[in-house]
């Protein structure tokens, strides 16, 4: 089991350049999360999915779409990049249990110029 | 409004010392996990508590979640090297989506 796993791994753009993050696991979790973290923010949630085929905004959805393309799948996408977006952006799941823990990926880090 | 504030947010210590880090809030959990994320990686999941009271220990690491389920912590005994890395507490308040505190920095110098 590889788990969570993110691509890529690093990133630069330029403002108002786009890209899509991906992200997939392979634990069959319903649940699938997209998460930034900024130094002395903590983690804040951008979108979720609670299973396939929905998605729903979290604490900072502004400058991001998502798409949950199957079961295993959820993309971040960013249509024009922003130097406030520079960050490093998790995915997670969420295992079976009754306390919603999560399994994050390795992370992407994004620059933004 | 944060909904769980981690203390402290930065510590450093001597290996083989002791260290608490809590994690308070006013509101009432249904759970509350603790995380660990060493630089570079993801969050690792630790510890779900449930229980008001509930202690749980794993190897040198104790968590204990209050009585009233709105605060936890985490006690290191005879703290180590590998044993540095940011604490992260996230609480499941009802809605069904998990609230992170901003993170206990720690530092175990050698």
């Known amino acids: 089991n590889a788990g969570v796993t993110q691509t890529p791994k690093f990133q630069v753009l330029k403002t108002g350049q786009s890209m899509t993050l991906q992200c997939a696991q392979d634990?069959?979790?319903?649940?699938m999360y997209w998460y930034r973290q900024d130094p002395g923010m903590g983690l804040r949630l951008i979108y979720y999915?609670?299973?396939?085929?929905?998605?729903d905004k979290g604490e900072v959805p502004n400058g991001y779409n998502v798409s949950r393309l199957n079961k295993r799948e959820f993309s971040l996408r960013l249509e024009s990049a922003a130097p406030s977006q520079t960050s490093v952006y998790f995915c997670?799941?969420?295992?079976?249990?009754?306390?919603?823990?999560?399994?994050f990926g390795p992370g992407t880090r994004l620059t933004v110029l | 409004t944060q909904l769980l504030e981690q203390s402290p947010q930065f510590l450093s210590i001597q290996e083989g010392e002791n260290l608490t880090v809590y994690c308070n809030s006013s509101?009432?959990?249904?759970?509350l996990q603790w995380y660990r994320q060493e630089p570079g990686e993801g969050p690792v999941l630790l510890v779900t508590?449930?229980?008001?009271?509930e202690v749980k220990k794993l190897k040198r690491l104790t968590f204990q979640f209050g009585d009233a389920r709105k605060d936890s912590s985490l006690h290191i005994t005879a703290a180590q090297p590998g044993d540095t890395g940011l604490y992260l507490c996230?609480?499941?308040?009802?809605?069904?989506?998990?609230?992170f505190g901003k993170g206990n920095q720690v530092v175990v110098i050698p």
């Open positions: 634990m069959n979790h319903n649940s």
């Open positions: 996230a609480g499941l308040p009802g809605n069904n989506r998990l609230a």
């Open positions: 508590v449930v229980t008001g009271g």
């Open positions: 999915s609670a299973s396939e085929g929905t998605t």
């Open positions: 509101s009432v959990f249904s759970s």
């Open positions: 997670a799941s969420t295992g079976h249990g009754k306390g919603n823990e999560q399994f």
